[in-house]
């Protein structure tokens, strides 16, 4: 007996029982270990602490409270510095990347001159050196320039290293602009910058955006060698510096760490569930054709 | 219009800012790695010459197997994001009800600050009363409690399976844009023959998807030869150094002690490695796209 099976259903996608049983046992599997931890740590920021450390193990906690959100601002006074600080490094490296990113990938997109492969393949080949092998002489260079323990030691490293994928992204999007539209411009007397600031930007926006957002996403995930390396200041900590700082230490306050942790990601969760059509479209449109 | 002179000043101004920031912010240093690993430079003020010390010194035993663990640590991170992501995509791909939701709940770990969900791995990890422990003592698999990060070989492997549930999201939203690719009609062609489900994931799915596959495996080989933040988070490289891959040596002589040189030297050979596969990464693809016809 086939389940589903109503007319607009095309017979190759019915399934037996079986075969659906299956395929929802393998997605439940897939998807608890992907979600294990976040449901894990919910649920032991809902636990008092003396409740965390009770053998046998027990999933659901009893007399489950919010208490431990609460106290994170006791141990944490700067908690909301520390959110505001993430925000403001992904903010300022999203906003450099795009400067610099928005005409290159026009560049790459439109013209072909001698010289300009080579160019793009050592663009991509940046992105395979990650921040932490030229940790040595970054931190000279920071040190040198004055910048250690400043919001520039981390916002400055952390732009090169997203220029690579911004720029293959938005170079895909760019290359489906007709060039029609360039050489109509220019019939009509437009000079090469007017084109792209008046033609090309306007069309390429909503590409602009996907980039925009997948460059935040990305300064916002893995703001921590350069934090954890280039700043020792508290007033200036990113989100996740700042918890390791102090949940770190000695004994681990699991509830309230959890708490921070989920009060901190808040803004994650609440972007993918808005944004999810782009970051599908933004992760594959630079990739497979 | 394009091979005019002023469309040329124009394509590489645009271009400029871009070059010049990169040169400063990752060109620079590379070179400045390469020459410090020939130095003592420290803390201190001078800074002399010393040749290949440094590298007569990292060459011992100890350093070769840090390589081997990074190595070993990489391909089983690499394999296991692999194989689940392309049985994620798979079975996200088929038409059943709720896929949609599916897809979004399978961003979670990728989208999440990486530290906080490491953070979230380390309790499950406590070995008193973390959840994989307690599940394991509930259902009677083991006597006691599994402290897994205060072992070596538990550790090894607790930092491999956070990799793989940190690179999994993105593999398989990858791979399952890479089968939605595959023409339906080659299914329907198959499935009119009386193909069996299963033939046609073996003789249709898994070798159209085989392109995106190798290319995202090299990726996914360089970003995690790369990886440093759940190793440092979860053990800091402990204990006695079992999970101690070459990212986390170089970071723990160069910052830790403050010997620049010695870690630029430690530094220089993770750059020749990620070299090696850079290359072999461009080969590659230009081999792909020349059998698939891409652009």
New interface residues.
Partial sequence: MAL?RDEN?P???R?RWW??AG??A??FA??F??????L??FL?SLRPLSQ????????IPENGSFEAYSGVFERLPNFWRFVFN?FLISTAVTVAVL???V??A???A????RG?AP?L???L??S???G??????????MRTLGLLNTYWAMI??G???L?PSA?WLLRTYMMRIPVEL??AA?MDGAS??YT?RRVILPIASPGIVVVAIMTF?GA??????FA??FNSKTEYMP???G??AF??KQEVV?NQ??AA?FM??AP??I???FL?RY??GG??AG??? | MTNSRSAWIFAWALLAPAILYVLVIVAWPLVETFRLSFTDASLKKTVNWVGGANYAKIFNDTFLAVIVRTFTWTFFSVLLKMIIGTCGAVLLNSAVPGRHLFRILTMPPWIVPMAIGIFMWSWMYNGQFGMISGLLQRFGLTGGPVAFLAYGSTAYWATIVTDVWIGVPMVTIYFLAAIQSIPKDLYEAAWTDGASRWTRFRRITLPLMMPAVITMSMLSLIATFNSFDIIWILTRGGPSGQTTTMIIDTYNTAIGSKKYGEGSARAVVICIFLSLFCLAYFRVTRRLQTIGGRE
Avoid: C, H
Wanted: no cysteine; proline share 5%; charged share 5%.
């Fill in positions: 589903f259903t017979m190759i996608d399934y075969e659906v395929i929802y393998g997605i897939f998807l270990f992907l979600l294990a931890p976040f894990e740590g032991v965390l450390f009770t053998s046998p193990y027990r999933f993430s400067l610099l990113v005409p290159a026009y560049a790459f439109r013209f072909s001159f300009m160019v393949g050592a663009f080949a940046v395979m050196f990650s932490a092998v030229l940790l040595i002489p970054l931190f000279r260079l400055i490293p732009v090169a290293f220029i720029i360039n050489e220019y090469q910058f792209f996403i916002y995930s893995q703001q921590f060698v954890l390396t989100l996740p510096i918890l390791f949940f770190g699991w760490l959890m942790a901190g990601i994650a969760v972007i993918i569930f999810q970051l599908v992760l594959t990739a497979v054709k």
